[in-house]
């Protein structure tokens, strides 16, 4: 359980209270309504609608809360995040809070003024900026990512697959007709988008609702590993991941070995940390310096612990996710 300490505005109200709540570490509890607890109001003032935001601005620039993402694989990650929250805090000179989330609820945060930073996918992130005026300014780079703060999207097959490598994408992913697909989520970047946009550039197909016309069958792994796993069992003849996922956790040293890439999609783009509009200008760069402290030496681990990020490195937010928004765009998905 964590202790989380709310800021709420009452619509169209002329007073702020403070309530105070626990919530266990989830997207369903954590920002859903069903878990606030009433508490009697511990300060009230009486004031225009104006002045009221003035002073709801004014009282979310002295707590910085940050949604870090969860990790199936991770162990002690609150830990994790509250040590990285109390090195920012002394940086800053102000309290900041982590808490522990999945995307869709770090942007409901957002949009909800419930959180002010959140680390998020390329995808959430296009949302975050949609529904709350967020934007990504820093990107995390990985070693296992094939452009540093960019990533592959990889159609995976086993080893013994008649299914060859050609000359050009579109000679290859030919050879997919028919076939057997396991994509990792409807939802997922380098799981779906990204393989999608990719058919559709070669004009294998014409969007994302042709795709099932393509492919003799077509299934959802409902994340990394379980799309390769399918391939792995038989139950599929070709699968759409992200190139990291081919090691532990995601599969065995030993079941990577069966598998082989047979072709990639590039750019797309890491995950990286949305900071919301309201912030102050002054405080959102004193954060992002703060954030880049992480790369040094001294505090790297810090970082690391959170998962697989060893650098944070600045972007510009419509440049980093343009392949996205492209992507999007070419499959047909709103």
């Keep these: 359980m964590v202790s989380i300490q709310w800021l709420k505005l009452a619509a169209g109200a002329t007073f702020i209270s403070f309530v105070s709540f626990n919530a266990a570490v989830s997207s369903a509890s954590l920002f859903g309504n069903s878990a606030i607890a009433t508490e009697p109001v511990a300060l009230q003032f009486q004031s225009s609608s104006a002045f009221s935001n003035q002073l709801l601005a004014q009282a979310q620039t002295k707590k910085i809360r940050i949604v870090f ?126 393989p999608v946009a990719e058919m559709v550039k070669q004009g294998l197909v014409p969007n994302r609702d042709r795709v099932k016309d393509f492919f003799g069958q077509v299934a959802y792994g409902n994340g990394y590993s379980g799309a390769l796993q399918a391939v792995l069992r038989g139950q599929a003849d070709v699968a759409a991941v992200s190139e990291y996922t081919l090691r532990p956790p995601y599969i065995t040293a030993e079941e990577a070995k069966k598998l082989r890439v047979l072709a990639f999609v590039s750019n797309v783009p890491a995950h990286g940390v949305a900071i919301d509009a309201d912030m102050p200008t002054a405080t959102r760069n004193k954060l992002i310096n703060a954030m880049m402290k992480l790369n040094e030496p001294a505090n790297n681990k810090l970082l690391k612990d959170l998962g697989n990020a060893t650098n944070l490195v600045r972007v510009d937010h419509d440049r980093h996710l343009s392949p996205m928004r492209e992507a999007l765009k070419r499959a047909g998905i709103e």
């Design 69 to 194: 993402p969860g990790r199936a694989d991770a162990t002690d990650l609150k830990t994790k995040v509250d040590a990285v929250a109390s090195f920012l805090s002394r940086q800053m000179g102000m309290p900041v809070e982590g808490v522990i989330a999945d995307d869709t609820a770090a942007v409901e945060a957002l949009r909800a003024n419930r959180a002010d930073v959140a680390f998020l996918s390329s995808r959430p992130a296009l949302k975050a900026q949609q529904l709350a005026n967020a934007k990504l300014y820093l990107a995390e780079v990985r070693p296992n990512y094939s452009g540093g703060h960019t990533y592959r999207s990889i159609f995976v097959v086993p080893k013994d697959s008649p299914l060859k490598t050609r000359g050009s994408n579109t000679q290859t992913l030919q050879q997919l007709r028919g076939k057997k697909m396991a994509f990792t989520s409807p939802t997922s970047g380098s799981g779906f988008i990204f």
